[in-house]
């Protein structure tokens, strides 16, 4: 039970240059699941448009809480996104998904061009390589990679458009030497405080 710990590795202003580090630590996991897990919010009907060409079928819902203005009971999000119009999408916005798996149909490039100004994230779990020499262990539930596009926070909640960050995952305990031995693969170091991860 509970969540990695996770340390920010890079930060850029390219969010093509953060994807490209990203990969390059994942191929430094000694095991990835295939799954790749992505969400975003879209704050325009723009931005809705170009994410439902890649991903249709994804449950998008209201980012915010929504309740009726009489009854206060919740109001969900109903509309189907690939048929609705312009206006009908306007009213609706910001709309989102979590962690949601990304087809194998759609290249995880396309889905890191489609994102807008909103945060949005793209993880990939597996295990780093034991290291017994250093005390560092892999730990398959917990580790990988994580790129959050506008944002700073691991978590994404946080708004931050044309900043880009790079995330490793460790165990639960947290291992800030093997952060900055991956941050040093990829000419970095860790940018800040431990977060909270998966």
């Not at 996991?29 to 975003?40: I, K, Q, T, W």
């Not at 809480?65 to 119009?85: C, G, I, K, N, S």
């Not at 999408?89 to 061009?113: G, H, I, K, N, W």
Request: hydrophobic share 35%; proline share 7%; glycine share 8%.
């Amino acid at each position: 039970m509970g969540n990695s710990v996770a340390y920010p590795v890079h930060r850029s202003t390219d969010p093509a240059e953060a994807y490209a580090k990203a990969r390059r630590l994942c191929g430094l996991l000694v095991r990835r699941y295939e799954e790749v897990r992505v969400g975003a919010e879209l704050g325009t009907v723009a931005d809705v448009r170009r994410m439902v060409a890649l991903l249709p079928h994804v449950r998008y819902d209201h980012t915010d809480m929504r309740t009726h203005p009489e009854t206060d009971e919740p109001l969900f999000f109903e509309l189907d996104v690939r048929t609705a119009t312009d206006a009908e999408l306007a009213v609706e916005v910001p709309l989102d998904f979590s962690y949601t798996e990304l087809p194998a149909a759609v290249a995880e490039e396309e889905f890191v061009r489609a994102v807008g100004t909103g945060p949005a994230s793209l993880s990939w779990e597996g295990s780093w390589p034991d290291e017994p020499e250093l005390g560092s262990y892999a730990s398959p539930k917990y580790d990988g990679v994580q790129l959050v596009l506008n944002s700073d926070e691991c978590e994404w909640s946080r708004q931050v458009s044309g900043v880009h960050t790079v995330y490793v995952h460790v165990t639960k305990f947290g291992d800030p030497g093997r952060a900055e031995r991956l941050a040093a693969a990829i000419g970095g170091s860790v940018l800040g405080e431990p977060e909270r991860g998966f």
